[in-house]
């Protein structure tokens, strides 16, 4: 099972990019990144998932360098309702929900 | 669609007490999980399901009994609560994995239980 290390916390303000890299040395083949957001008092969000390159969908982008051992997801022009904790995933093991990355967004 | 529903969401038990959660989705994922969330940390895995009539162990497992006698339910039962057992109860589903075996595919999180034992 592939072991993730991601910052404990970030803050930004609203407009700003956001991004936070999530270190996975020992991802195997076939292992997919999955990345979820928690708002509190409720369960995660699934926000974006990719194997290789670049993933982009309407709430986020993740970028995979080519040797797989990290990834970068990317909040474009954060709101303050994007004050959240962020999981990275990886593997297609049992998966293991980090501490995970407060971000705090700010006015 | 309801997605994951969980109940109920909120219970208070005495220690020694039992009870079940329950957990419906309406999505016909054939996986299931349970978790639990203590304050400040990640998730943790208690038991899950590949698929109706099947359970295994997760990373936190002992305390706990599961059951999925239909596919759309996953139950998680407290024998005799104890006060390390206040968390948050996560329960989640999702489709098969793309390979053989593995747990890729996105998982959808119900709202969670809230338990308090005293």
């Known amino acids: 099972l592939a072991k993730t290390t991601q910052p404990i916390s970030m803050d930004s303000y609203e407009g700003q990019e956001v991004n936070i890299t999530c270190s996975h040395n020992?991802?195997?083949?076939?292992?997919?990144i999955t990345w979820y957001q928690q708002f509190p008092s409720q369960g995660p969000r699934f926000i974006i998932q990719g194997y290789k390159t670049k993933v982009t969908n309407e709430v986020a982008s993740l970028f995979i360098p080519a040797d797989r051992k990290s990834s970068t997801l990317s909040l474009p022009r954060v709101s303050l309702s994007d004050t959240a904790v962020y999981y990275c995933l990886v593997g297609e093991g049992k998966l293991t929900f980090g501490g995970g990355t407060r971000v705090l967004v700010k006015p | 669609n309801a997605g994951v529903t969980q109940t109920p969401k909120f219970r208070v038990l005495k220690t020694g007490q039992s009870m079940t959660l329950l957990c419906a989705q309406d999505?016909?994922?054939?996986?299931m999980y349970w978790y639990r969330q203590d304050p400040g940390m990640g998730l943790r895995l208690i038991h899950y399901?590949?698929?109706?009539?099947?359970?295994a162990k997760g990373e936190v497992p002992d305390g706990y009994n599961v059951s999925r006698l239909k596919k759309q339910n996953f139950l998680l039962g407290l024998e005799s609560a104890a006060p390390s057992q206040t968390s948050v109860y996560f329960c989640?589903?999702?489709?098969?994995?793309?390979?053989?075996?593995?747990?890729?595919?996105?998982?959808?999180f119900g709202d969670g239980t809230r338990l308090s034992i005293l």
């Open positions: 399901s590949v698929g109706e009539g099947t359970t």
């Open positions: 999505m016909n994922h054939e996986y």
């Open positions: 020992n991802i195997a083949t076939n292992d997919y």
């Open positions: 989640a589903s999702s489709y098969p994995s793309r390979n053989i075996q593995g747990f890729g595919q996105p998982q959808h």
